[in-house]
Antibody, heavy 125, light 107 residues
Framework: EVHVVESGGGLVLPGGSLRLSCAAS????????MSWVRQAPGKGLEWVAN????????YYADSVKGRFTISRDRATNSLYLQMNSLRAEDTAVYFC??????????????????WGQGTLVTVSS | DIQMTQSPSSLSASVGDRVTITCRAS??????LNWYQQKPGKAPKVLIY???SLQSGVPSRFSGSGSGTDFTLTISSLQPEDFATYYC?????????FGQGTKLEIK
C-alpha cells in the first residue's frame, strides 16, 4: 500500500525556520511529481509547492515564494520543505501528496491520489 | 495564477437527495480538473480526476462533468457518509490551485 508520512512540524517563533520531511514507501518515488499542500485551522486547502521527478522543475504558491524551498532525495525516497521567515499566517497542517497521472496520447492529467496524515506547524510567539 | 471558485460555499441536503456542486476557473483549463472529499481531521481523498474520470474504489453515485471554465460534481443519491467538504483543483498549470471548498451538511 502506498504510504507517505510527514514529520518535522512544531511550534516556531515568527521569523524562524523549520524543515518538514515526507517519507514515501511502497511506490516508485522517482516516477512521481510530489507536492506540499497546507490547511490553516478551519480553512480550506492551499497548494504550497511541487517538484518534478528529477528536481529540475519546482513551483511555488505566491504566498511562500522566496521563503520556502522544496527538495527531494531520490536515494531515500524523501521529500522536504524548508520553511524560512515564518509568519503567523503559515500556521497550518502541512500535507505531503503524491501526484499521479492519466496519459492519453500526448495529454497528461495530474491529480493528488495519495496523501499523508499531515504535520502541524504553529507560528506564534 | 488560475483562480478556482466553487458554489455554493455550503449546502444542506438530506439522505437520498441529488446534489450538484459547481466549480469555475478564471481561465480555460480544458478538462484539467479534479474533485476531492475531505472529512474532519482527515486527509483529502480524490473522487474524480480529468473532470469526469472516477477514481478506483469511489462509488458510482459520484460523477463529474465540464470543460473549459465550468465544471460540476454530482452526487446522485446522498448517503450518510457523503457529508463532508468538497474541493475542486486544477492541474492545467504547474501552479496548482484549489477552490475554497463546499461544505455539505445534513438537513
Amino acid at each position: 500500500e502506498v504510504h507517505v508520512v510527514e514529520s518535522g512540524g512544531g511550534l516556531v517563533l515568527p521569523g524562524g525556520s523549520l524543515r518538514l520531511s515526507c517519507a514515501a514507501s511502497a511506490f516508485t518515488f522517482n516516477s512521481h511529481w510530489m507536492s506540499w499542500v497546507r490547511q490553516a485551522p478551519g480553512k480550506g486547502l492551499e497548494w504550497v509547492a511541487n517538484m518534478n521527478q528529477d528536481g529540475t522543475e519546482k513551483y511555488y504558491a505566491d504566498s511562500v515564494k522566496g521563503r520556502f524551498t522544496i527538495s527531494r532525495d531520490r536515494a531515500t525516497n524523501s521529500l522536504y520543505l524548508q520553511m524560512n521567515s515564518l509568519r503567523a499566517e503559515d500556521t497550518a497542517v502541512y500535507f505531503c501528496a503524491r501526484e499521479s497521472w492519466l496519459r492519453e496520447y500526448q495529454t497528461v492529467w495530474y491529480y493528488f491520489d495519495s496523501w499523508g496524515q499531515g504535520t502541524l506547524v504553529t507560528v506564534s510567539s | 495564477d488560475i483562480q478556482m471558485t466553487q458554489s455554493p460555499s455550503s449546502l444542506s441536503a438530506s439522505v437520498g437527495d441529488r446534489v450538484t456542486i459547481t466549480c469555475r476557473a478564471s481561465q480555460s483549463i480544458s478538462t484539467y480538473l479534479n474533485w476531492y472529499q475531505q472529512k474532519p481531521g482527515k486527509a483529502p481523498k480524490v473522487l474524480i480526476y480529468a473532470a469526469s474520470s472516477l477514481q478506483s474504489g469511489v462509488p458510482s453515485r459520484f460523477s463529474g462533468s465540464g470543460s473549459g471554465t465550468d465544471f460540476t460534481l454530482t452526487i446522485s443519491s446522498l448517503q450518510p457518509e457523503d457529508f463532508a467538504t468538497y474541493y475542486c483543483q486544477q492541474s492545467y498549470s504547474n501552479i496548482r490551485t484549489f477552490g475554497q471548498g463546499t461544505k455539505l451538511e445534513i438537513k
